[in-house]
């Protein structure tokens, strides 16, 4: 056991004789009841060989003692670390990957948990018999909502290749129950992508775009989104809505998203079909998320609040650190255009009777 502190920063671990199969890489901030119940998922699980890994973003709520009590008093093995300043959400996620020393990082939300007592042991089985090393995905329940979401749709190893890195990138929006190998995670370092939130959708593309397989497991795996009697956390709906006055560009980390996943595969794509490539990731995320969060956004905030994400996604922005060529900016351009007028003007009752329709859709382009 080794412990490290000062003012802010404090570091305590506890390892295992032999590296573990899994590491919990689950970053925190401000969450400690929820991370609690999660942690709760891990203590009860059949299969036990392996470690959580916490980096807490230097939370105001200083429950890092709490923390690691909770997994002292479990006999769990552990590493944690209360950052000395906050890292935002993609370092953050890197410190975590860094002190795993298992076979895979299990990538999990703190306010996520295990579904049942059994995943784990269906994981390493499924590993096992495939005798399988690469990503994997798993399928997971959204608890506030009552809806299950199929990232995959059995359970079998899917391919390698940049198609497969194209046509799956989206599948890393939620980060809980991604597996990614450890020593790749470890040799992909970057900074690059610091601010897009999206920093596992880096590590998974560029492995899959550069050989690495990728497999999926059709069976509820997580529960997203533990839920508290009194306590919520951080939501888009919840955010500020939009002042009075004309009205502005909002910038998502969602109009970061094709610059990622464009820079993350690139160097595996033949210079002569990189326009092909931008036009396929970006064709994705206008027709599929974009148009979605512009309705939803109405929905929870309000249509000029939807508009101002509109400015805030033109093609221009997206595109930036990108060099495509003039056909591939106007396609983009058109695409933009009619998206955001769609969703702009689409009746929401239109689109919610529409929405599971869509979904399939969507999955089935995907496959």
Known sequence: MSELATVNHFRKEKRKEKPPFFSFCIPEYNRFDFLSIALESLKNQTFQDFEVCISDDCSPERKHQEIVAYLESHDIAYCFERQEKNLRYD????????????????????????????????VHDFIAQQNYYGVLLLNYFEISSGKNIRRVSNSSVIGTGVPVAMATFRDYSFVSGVLLPRAECHALVTTEFDGTEMYQMYLGSRMVAEGTPLAGMDFLAIGKDIQIPGQKVDSYANRPGSKPGWPKARYLPLGRMGWLVVRSIEKAVPANRLDACIRSVFRQILGFTYGYWIVNYRKVQSWKYSLEICMGMNPAYQLRGLNPGWFTRMYLWTLYLSITMLGLLCPIF??????????????SRKR
């Open 91 to 122: 370092g953050n996620l890197r410190a975590t990957i860094s002190m795993a020393q298992g076979r895979f990082c299990f990538l999990l939300g703190n306010d996520d948990k295990l579904l049942e007592s059994d995943v784990l042991q269906k």
């Open 350 to 363: 239109v689109f919610d009777s529409l929405e599971p329709t869509l979904y399939r859709i969507a999955k």
